[in-house]
């Protein structure tokens, strides 16, 4: 379908589904003032005065794409402990299905608690495993990926490295997306890099380029980065590379073209979950059937807008449609 303007776009993702696969996790916040440093170490105490609880992970990249008005299919792994009961309940409020939710008494929900003062990120503290799923969890997660499947217009996989996404969970993944016709996009972390063969959009940042490819990428050697998106194009034969460079925007080789998109300047706050927004509205351009140049440019627009914020939040959409609009892109 032919777009005529921004607006028509962002009322179009109101229709999508998007099937999430990934790691999930809870990001939780205790937010506090520093008054004196502990007589014990030389490390600050930390008054609590306020906790808070959120999804993260591929729950993050969920509540990004509920936020910009697709409907989120989530499919992930939890503990059968409190954290994991918690996360179901967050869920719920925000009228997310746990239909696609599998619950382990095998493996704890992954915890990532921030230590917060005075808009200063003092300490994190994670409680995880990156173990890989037994073979009962992974048929289980299977089950449900397909089950859910036939409804979705675009699958995300958002790999953490936590062990819920396998060289097979991928495969299969990939295999029945193609037989009914289904892209899919991949947020990479480095156990998998390589295994993600056929899919239709990859978005590595410039160190997990790098790291996958066992290459000595400077930042700025424009030309050197551009041959190993070509590298890793013939690697995965993916449709497409989408590459997030920082500072410095994004770098888009898809469908027979290449644009770098430089950044928005900005006032930075916090990069955390920059990411996880990215690759939410690159997947729905790419079900939309945007043009490479667009959908490098909404996502990098909307990654830069969310750093604006501290913690991990979702896009807001309006804010992100505002923007859009000040750009002749049409």
Not at 68 to 84: E, R, T, W, Y
Not at 105 to 126: C, F, L, N, W, Y
Request: neutral net charge; proline residues 4%; charged residues 30%.
């Amino acid at each position: 379908m032919q777009y005529r303007t921004i607006e028509e776009i962002f009322d179009a993702f109101d229709r999508l589904k998007v099937l999430i696969i990934g790691d999930v996790m809870v990001d939780a916040y205790i937010w506090g003032a520093v008054e004196r440093i502990s007589p014990e170490a030389p490390v600050p105490v930390v008054r609590a005065t306020k906790r808070d609880f959120r999804l993260g992970g591929a729950a993050n990249v969920a509540l990004n794409i509920q936020s910009l008005g697709a409907d989120p299919l989530l499919c992930a792994v939890i503990g059968d402990d409190d954290s994991g009961k918690k996360f179901v309940e967050r869920l719920h409020e925000r009228n997310i299905s746990a239909e696609g939710i599998v619950t382990s008494g095998e493996r704890p929900t992954t915890v990532k608690t921030r230590i917060m003062t005075s808009h200063q990120h003092v300490v994190r503290v994670d409680e995880e495993t990156d173990k890989l799923l037994s073979k009962s969890e992974e048929d289980a997660l299977w089950k449900r990926i397909k089950s859910l499947m036939p409804q979705a217009d675009v699958i995300i996989f958002e790999d953490y490295d936590k062990g819920v996404i396998s060289k097979n969970i991928i495969k299969k993944t990939v295999d029945l997306a193609n037989e009914l016709g289904v892209p899919t996009v991949v947020d990479p972390k480095k156990r998998n890099f390589l295994n993600y063969k056929g899919v239709t959009l990859f978005k590595p940042n410039l160190k997990e380029l790098r790291e996958g490819l066992k290459l000595d990428l400077e930042k700025n050697d424009q030309q050197s980065m551009e041959k190993a998106v070509e590298l890793l194009g013939e690697k995965l034969k993916s449709k497409g590379n989408l590459i997030t460079l920082s500072e410095r925007g994004v770098y888009i080789h898809f469908a027979g073209e290449k644009h770098l998109i430089p950044a928005h300047v900005r006032e930075i706050s916090d990069v955390s979950g920059a990411g996880d927004t990215v690759i939410s509205i690159a997947a729905l351009g790419v079900a939309l059937k945007l043009s490479p140049y667009l959908i490098a440019a909404l996502s990098n627009l909307g990654g830069g807008l969310v750093c604006e914020h501290i913690g991990v939040v979702p896009i807001e959409k309006a804010a992100l449609l505002a923007e859009s609009k000040k750009n002749r892109w049409l």
